[in-house]
């Protein structure tokens, strides 16, 4: 009886085909805590004692005093279409990095927004939310924080508890499509993530949460629509395996 033989080729050829996770932008970063040296926007930002809830789609130049920043960072870019079906008015051109964000949530202020623009991306990418919580309010064994996490007001993280126990670690939702949250790619586009606090002050969680860093992450499809070469080259090996399975009889 002929042996199949199957075509091993083809299984190397999509094997093959690596990801690598990039980190997209960033916020602040693990372990870093609050800085407060006005030095630079993303990675060197200054985390902002908090001040209160406000709307979309927010300021692109706080301040860095106490309770001066707003619920909304914006990275550099430019702003003139929303993307999330919500009716505001974008803010327009942002020429720079904000150099101060909203620290923590506290109270009934439980929103936390950083707006960007896509342009080193592909469509076809896949996408993660990253962030880490520094602290709580402190009350004790029972303190804890839900954190549900948004992409263009798309659910993309489930809730989250923060507890004494994942402090300082960082926490990253599963992975997700532009075509999933309707984002946009290109300069206009007013694409944000947002962290929304779930309070928990009422059953003796405690009041308030903070956090020092946040990232959107990017992977290439590790399965991608394959191109005209590598379909040439999948059709000669099963086209040869076909042939020698033939000739075995």
């Known amino acids: 009886m002929a042996k199949t033989h199957m ?4 299984i190397f050829a999509l094997s093959a085909i690596a990801s690598h996770a990039a980190i997209v932008w960033q916020a602040g970063a693990p372990g870093r805590a609050w800085p407060l040296d006005g030095v630079g926007g993303g990675p060197d930002v200054d985390w902002i004692q908090e001040t209160a ?3 979309l789609p927010g300021a692109p130049d706080s301040g860095l005093a106490a309770r001066t920043s707003d619920d909304d960072y914006y990275f550099a870019g430019v702003y003139n279409t929303v993307v999330d079906g919500g009716n505001y008015t974008p803010v327009g051109v ?8 909203e620290r923590a949530f506290a109270g009934a202020d439980n929103h936390s927004r950083f707006h960007f623009n896509l342009t080193t991306v592909d469509a076809t ?3 993660s939310v990253s962030f880490e919580a520094n602290n709580l309010h402190g009350q004790g064994g029972t303190e ?9 007001n798309v659910l993309v993280g489930e ?21 999933s949250v309707n ?10 993530v947002e962290l929304r606090g779930i309070n928990y002050n009422a059953s003796g969680g405690g009041n308030w949460m ?12 590790p399965i991608p629509e394959p191109s005209a070469p590598l379909l040439a080259l999948l059709g000669s090996v099963l086209t040869l395996s076909f042939l020698r399975r033939r000739n075995r009889g």
């Open 125 to 127: 990418d896949l996408f």
């Open 210 to 221: 903070g956090h020092d860093y946040v990232a959107l992450n990017a992977v290439p499809n």
């Open 183 to 192: 984002g946009e790619i290109g300069s206009g586009f007013d694409n944000y």
């Open 144 to 152: 804890r924080y839900g954190v549900e996490v948004y992409f263009n």
């Open 7 to 10: 075509p091993i080729f083809t």
């Open 159 to 179: 809730e989250v508890e923060i507890n004494p126990g994942n402090l300082n670690t960082v926490i990253t939702t599963p992975q997700f499509t532009l075509a």
């Open 53 to 55: 809830v406000n709307d």
């Open 94 to 101: 942002v020429a720079t990095d904000e150099l101060g964000a």
